[in-house]
C-alpha cells in the first residue's frame, strides 16, 4: 500500500509563508482526490484543501487566497502553498488520499 509522509512544517511569523509536503512511497498518478487537513490544538481535524483532478480545487473559506494545493506525479508528491500564515494556522496538517492511512502530519507554528 502507497504510504504519505508530510514534511515542510516549521515556526514562522504572522504574515510567513511555508510549503508543506506530501511525499507517497508509490506513483500517486491513480490517485485523483487528495486532501490537506488541519488539526489545532485540542480541536478535530478539519479539511481545508483538496485536488481531484478534472474538478476545481476546493479550499476552506478559512484559507481560501492564501493557501495553493498542487501535485507533481513525477516526483509522487502533493503540496500545500502556505501564505499570509495566521497564528490560527497553528497546529498539525495531514494529507490523506482515499484507501490510504493517515501519515504522522506535521507541525505548523505560527507567532503573532
Known amino acids: 500500500q502507497v504510504q504519505l509522509t508530510e514534511s515542510g512544517g516549521g515556526l514562522v511569523q504572522a504574515g510567513g509563508s511555508l510549503r508543506l509536503s506530501c511525499a507517497a512511497s508509490g506513483s500517486i498518478s491513480r490517485i485523483d482526490l487528495m486532501g490537506w487537513y488541519h488539526q489545532a490544538p485540542g480541536t478535530e481535524r478539519e479539511l481545508v484543501a483538496y485536488?481531484?483532478?478534472?474538478?476545481?480545487?476546493h479550499y476552506a473559506d478559512s484559507v481560501k487566497g492564501r493557501f495553493t494545493v498542487s501535485r507533481d506525479n513525477a516526483k509522487n508528491t502533493f503540496y500545500l502553498q502556505m501564505n499570509n500564515l495566521k497564528p490560527e494556522d497553528t497546529g498539525v496538517y495531514y494529507c490523506?488520499?482515499?484507501?490510504?492511512?493517515w501519515g504522522q502530519g506535521t507541525q505548523v507554528t505560527v507567532t503573532s
Open positions: 485536488i481531484n483532478d478534472g474538478t476545481p480545487d
Open positions: 490523506k488520499a482515499a484507501g490510504l492511512d
